[in-house]
């Protein structure tokens, strides 16, 4: 009704329509009795917290994943999927966050991956006729690429081009979009939206994963909110406006699942005074107390992470200040940062945090060897102890302080690596996403152990996607967009939506 | 109980082939004579084999022992000849000996400094460093070697029966493997190796401890190059080529992984010992020298095939 083009397809024929989707990782339900439809030419938007279900939804539709019940029909005719490959034959496309891209060969050879066209001579390829179809292509779309330029020299929005390009060459119907523009600038950002209404006005549908919802309201036709794995709300955007989405998207309750805090936060411990690092953050500033837990809110490449790692010397701060019990603090490394009594544990517990092959008393002490009094010569018989005594401390479920730590379970492997902070006796600890990929068990264990810490006089930050653990457990709440802090809320006095509406929305 | 079986492994190959070999020939191989033999050879291999599996567990690797021995053994001659004249003696020899040891030293020192600071892979660089360190060997003296003939000690002196040369392998396994297992260096290699970021995240100094590891290595050369010119009475500059396949070779027999983060010093011994004695023992039974290499190989392969399975083994049992 407010655009006439939205009226003009409301006749248009469904692409797309999920019926009843079920799907189970052991005992985690990730998706129950979900439909969604998609029509003909139109951009539908898929939304929800982390965790909602929007990746497993649409790595279904991809094949894969087998859902576990439910039917797809592409433009109406049934098909189950075993192999994305056959998704890909009936004109299903989609394009993840890292695009996918072999970087060091051309947008030309890129498009044709793996579907080549062959050349006169057997096992040689046309590369010739390889850049005149990718030329032909992005010409009828009004594309502005060089088929011939390296992907590893394209700017990221150009790469994002690259890849629908690819998708349009095997004859995608469906294009499934997840959060395109995460890592792109403003101006690439409109290029992308003038690409995506192109593709629309082709009879191409779009599925558009983003948590970023004015992006949303300006670009998509229709909107499906996922949240715990059900859909709670699907219509037309014209309908609604953001503050709605936001509260289908966190409509839960706190349940009684969060500790009780009972901690009065003291003295200022922590002070971060203007911090800015080559990795895109700018200007940060705020202090956390003694026994305060302050959470970390904002979407994903809001520059969170970044805060951490420039505060812990894994990056290069450009400018700005760490001040702990009045004492400021020069950090080049992590060891110093260690040494001066910070700890991190870091988002990706694999990649990151532990070394998987080798003991868990190995990885529990490796932090600390200099004060354990192991400076120079471990005794492994003291260290055994020391790690069984922290495991105990912590429920850690092991066969023991020398069993190899890829034999614990993730929520097992999370505890071992706050252990490795315990006995580094940090003062100011930073966890990032700790409950990440656990059960809801463990979640439980870790919220309990983060109140312990702060009962004990600790600084807190505690950055997480999930609002829900932000609201339960922190004093405080930062907001982060785009590399900036935009808010410091006190929990109490704050919404979901509120913070949401912060991370979310660009205000201008 | 995985690890103990894997080291079983190697060590129960060891055994059969002796047994074997013991059954064949038991008037020529089963002496102490020819045990010493069989010793005194592993031990410059072993001694360098010891430094390769401190690197190959922090996930790098060394190409540049051989030509590093070659140069370490040349410039300890050299300086032996330039103090002492044409058959130096007593002061001389020794001097020579600790300037061996100590250009392996600085070799080692290099290569670690290049890996990290100019963030290149250990197999450039080693590469690179192992064509330069040969190119430096044939230049010192034209492409001659140098005759030290009274430097003897080393490679034929006996110390209470046992050959001296034996009596330093011994020591550095003793040493090294002390370290590996009880010092803080060693466990740091063990993380590196396993999961540099996660070292790094953790507070490990990553480049220093990667540079002391090269270095020590770079000792552990100087030391072998030294056994090996002593034993040879004059220092070639084409010694050692090649020797780095049978270094990694060992160590890889030996259950350490080239991905980092597993091997031990004991494992490595092993592996030195097998392919010596499968040397011997061909020698013995009169199978000739291109053989053992195709039988060498084999080993190697095998070795890592059964060490694989009975990984996926241990882990499936874990699953």
């Known amino acids: 009704m407010s655009t006439s083009v939205q009226s003009d397809r409301s006749d248009t024929g469904v692409a797309l329509r999920m019926t009843g989707i079920s799907k189970s990782f052991g005992p985690v339900q990730a998706l129950s009795d979900v439909s969604f439809t998609v029509r003909e030419g139109t951009v539908h938007a898929l939304v929800g917290e982390n965790g909602a279900g929007k990746s497993t939804l649409v790595k279904i539709l991809a094949g894969v994943y087998r859902p576990d019940k439910g039917s797809i029909q592409i433009h109406e005719k049934p098909y189950t999927f075993d192999k994305p490959e056959q998704a890909l034959a009936v004109g299903v496309s989609m394009i993840y966050q890292d695009l996918d891209l072999a970087e060091h060969l051309t947008a030309a050879e890129n498009v044709f991956l793996g579907n080549e066209p062959a050349g006169i001579l057997p096992f040689t390829v ?27 020299q394209l700017f990221t929005g150009d790469c994002q081009v690259v890849a629908i390009i690819k998708a349009l060459a095997r ?160 950090i080049n490394s992590p060891a110093d940062a260690i040494s001066c009594g910070i700890a991190l544990l870091t988002e990706d517990r694999k990649r990151t945090g532990l070394c998987l092959g080798l003991a868990c008393s190995w990885n529990v002490t490796i932090a600390s060897l200099g004060l354990l009094g192991m400076k120079r010569i471990i005794n492994p018989a003291k260290e055994n102890k020391i790690a069984a005594d922290v495991g105990a401390q912590l429920s850690i479920k092991w066969l023991g302080p ?53 009962e004990q006089g600790k600084a807190i930050l505690f950055i997480s996607s999930e609002l829900p653990e932000l609201f339960g457990i922190t004093d405080r709440i930062l907001v982060m967009r785009r590399g900036r802090l935009v808010g410091n809320l006190k929990t109490g006095d704050t919404t979901q939506e509120e913070v949401m509406h912060l991370a979310a929305v660009e205000v201008s | 109980m995985s690890k103990f079986m894997r080291q079983l492994l190697p ?76 058959d130096p003696q007593g002061g001389a020899v020794v001097v020579g000996t600790v300037l061996g040891v100590v250009v392996g030293i600085i070799c080692g020192f290099v290569n670690g400094v290049l890996i990290t600071k100019l963030k290149l892979q250990p197999f450039i660089v080693t590469l690179g460093t192992m064509s330069a360190f040969r190119g430096i060997s044939y230049v010192m003296n034209s492409g001659q070697p140098y005759n030290v003939p009274s430097y003897k000690y080393l490679g034929e002196g006996v110390m209470l029966g046992i050959p001296v040369s034996v009596v330093i392998f011994v020591i550095i396994i003793a040493m090294a493997g002390f370290l590996l297992r009880y010092s803080r260096l060693g466990r740091y290699t063990y993380a590196i190796g396993s999961n540099r970021e996660a070292a790094f995240h953790a507070g490990v100094n990553v480049d220093r401890n990667l540079i002391y590891i090269y270095t020590f290595t770079g000792l552990l050369v100087g030391i072998a190059a030294m056994i090996a010119t002593s034993r040879t009475v004059s220092a070639q500059p084409t010694a050692g ?26 494992g490595t011994i092993i592996g030195a010992l097998l392919i010596s004695v499968l040397r011997n023992g061909c020698t013995l039974l009169g199978i000739s020298t291109h053989i053992q290499l195709i039988v060498i190989g084999m080993i190697i392969i095998l070795a890592v095939a059964v060490d694989q399975l009975a990984q996926t083994k241990t882990r499936e049992l874990q699953a």
């Open chain 1, 126 to 152: 046309d590369h010739k006729a390889m850049v005149e179809r990718t030329a032909e292509l992005a010409g009828s779309f009004n594309f502005d690429i060089d088929p011939a330029a390296v992907v590893s």
């Open chain 1, 171 to 330: 004859n995608a119907s469906i294009i499934v979009m997840d959060e395109p523009t995460s890592s792109l600038s403003e101006t690439e950002v409109a290029r992308l939206f003038e690409v995506v209404r192109r593709l629309r006005k082709k009879g191409i549908s779009i599925i558009y994963i983003s948590h970023r919802l004015e992006e949303i309201i300006g670009l998509a036709d229709d909107v499906t909110v996922l949240r715990d794995g059900k859909v709670v709300h699907s219509e037309s955007v014209t309908k609604l406006d953001i503050a709605q989405i936001i509260r289908y998207m966190v409509g839960r309750e706190l349940t009684e699942f969060f500790p009780a805090r009972d901690v009065k936060p003291g003295d200022v411990r922590v002070r971060v005074n203007n911090l800015s690092s080559d990795s895109r953050i700018r200007d940060v500033s705020f202090d956390i107390r003694s026994g305060e837990i302050v959470g970390m809110a904002g979407l994903v490449g809001a520059g969170r992470t970044e805060v951490a790692r420039a505060i812990f010397g894994v990056d290069k701060k450009a400018s700005g200040s760490i001040v702990l019990d009045n004492a400021e603090l020069s």
């Open chain 1, 402 to 454: 020398q069993a190899p730590v890829d034999s614990l379970s993730g929520g097992n492997q999370q505890k071992l690596l706050i252990a490795r902070w315990l006995l580094a006796k940090s003062k100011f600890m930073i966890f990032d996403e700790p409950t990440r990929g656990i059960d809801v068990g463990a979640k439980k264990e870790v919220y309990s152990l983060l109140n312990r810490l702060a």
């Open chain 2, 11 to 86: 060590f129960g190959s060891l055994t059969l082939i002796i047994c074997i070999l013991a059954a064949l020939k038991p008037d020529t191989f089963l002496t102490m004579e020819n045990f010493m033999n069989v010793l005194r050879r592993s031990s410059v291999n072993g001694i360098i084999a010891i430094g390769m599996t401190s690197i190959i567990i922090s996930a790098g690797i060394d190409l540049s022992v051989g030509s590093m021995l070659a140069l370490c053994g040349m410039a300890g001659a050299y300086t032996m000849i330039a103090v002492g004249g044409s």
């Open chain 2, 241 to 266: 080529i090649a020797l780095e396949l049978d270094i990694i070779a060992a160590v890889v027999i030996g259950g350490a992984s080239l991905a980092g983060g597993r091997g031990t010093i004991t």
